[in-house]
C-alpha cells in the first residue's frame, strides 16, 4: 500500500498561519505560491496561490481539470465572483483570468499544468 499519502488536518487554520511565511514562491505578478505537491513532466499539483490586492493571472486554458478551493478574501474572473468557501471546477478546454481586488488565498489542485496564452 502506497505510503505516499498527504494530509492536511484543519486547512483553513494552516493557511491563515502560511500566509505570513516567507517560504512563498513568485508565481505571477502579485501572486506568490506555496507548492504542496508537484508531479513533473506535465502531472498533478496542488498550490496554496496568495493574491495581492489588484493582482491577476494572465488568461490560460486547462490542459486538465483544476479545482479551486478559495480559502481568504476573493477571487473572480470573467465568469464570476466567488468569496471565501466557493468551490470552482474548470474542466479541461475552459480559459480565464482568475484575480482579486483585495486578496486572497486560494487551494488549487491541478490534473495537468495549464497553458498560458500569452506565452
Known amino acids: ?8 488536518a484543519s486547512l483553513l487554520e494552516q493557511a491563515k498561519e502560511l500566509r505570513g511565511a ?8 502579485g501572486v506568490e505560491a506555496h507548492w504542496l505537491y508537484k508531479e513533473g513532466d ?6 496554496l496561490l496568495r493574491y495581492e490586492r489588484g493582482a491577476r ?5 486547462h490542459v486538465g481539470y483544476e479545482h479551486i478551493f478559495v480559502l481568504e478574501g476573493e ?3 470573467e ?4 468569496p471565501a ?3 470552482v471546477v474548470n474542466p479541461p478546454g475552459t480559459r480565464h483570468s482568475p484575480g482579486s481586488v483585495g486578496g486572497c488565498v486560494a487551494l488549487l489542485i491541478y490534473e495537468k499544468p ?3 496564452l500569452s506565452e
Do not use: C
Not at 505510503?3 to 492536511?8: D, E, I, K, L, T
Not at 516567507?22 to 505578478?29: G, I, M, V
Not at 465568469?79 to 466567488?82: A, F, L, S, V
Open 1 to 8: 500500500m502506497p505510503s505516499n499519502r498527504v494530509v492536511f
Open 85 to 87: 468557501g466557493s468551490f
Open 75 to 77: 477571487q473572480f474572473d
Open 114 to 116: 495549464v497553458r498560458f
Open 42 to 47: 506535465g502531472g498533478p499539483s496542488a498550490v
Open 22 to 29: 516567507d517560504d512563498w514562491q513568485p508565481f505571477r505578478p
Open 57 to 61: 493571472v494572465a488568461e490560460h486554458e
Open 79 to 82: 465568469h464570476g465572483t466567488y
